[in-house]
């Protein structure tokens, strides 16, 4: 879970899965531009539901022109398409390791930075662990 609090100067978010706080001053117009309102819980189940439905992001086979475009979604914050993202790395590293291939680091960390930002985004307005939202995810 998370704490929200805000002045007249800045807004803190502190999140209890890290140690970290973050303040963004209201007068930074680069920094508060750059951030996205809170959905609700009734959006957070349009979103799931919506990424059930939505195919998985195309494998592509060059390395460097996959991560560009898993680069492009998480830039979107088109949280459909992250779900979507992570869904489709999921799926090829659970094919490769069952060929005996290692998983591609470069989309290990991209599908965890995805996940930071959907999980924490849902656990704060969920108000429950980041753990629990992939069993939340799958439920739902």
């Given amino acids: 879970c998370a704490s929200i609090t805000g002045s007249k100067t800045g807004i803190s978010v502190s999140s209890s899965s890290s140690s970290s706080l973050t303040y963004v001053p209201l007068d930074n117009e680069s920094l508060t531009a750059q951030m996205k309102p809170l959905l609700t819980t009734d959006e957070i189940l349009e979103v799931i539901n919506r990424a ?5 992001v195309e494998w592509i086979d060059d390395n460097r022109a996959r991560s560009e475009l898993y680069k492009k979604i998480i830039s979107s914050f088109d949280r459909v398409k992250m779900l979507a ?12 390791e069952e060929e005996g291939k290692k998983n591609y680091i470069s989309d290990e960390n991209l599908m965890k930075r995805a996940e930071k930002l959907i999980y924490s985004e849902f656990s704060i307005v969920l108000g429950i662990p980041e753990s629990e939202i992939p069993a939340f995810i799958e439920n739902n």
């Avoid at 059930?52 to 998985?56: A, I, L, N, S």
């Avoid at 993202?85 to 490769?96: D, E, F, L, T, V």
């Fill in 52 to 56: 059930k439905d939505e195919p998985d």
């Fill in 85 to 96: 993202m992570i869904n489709s790395i999921y799926r090829a590293a659970k094919k490769r």
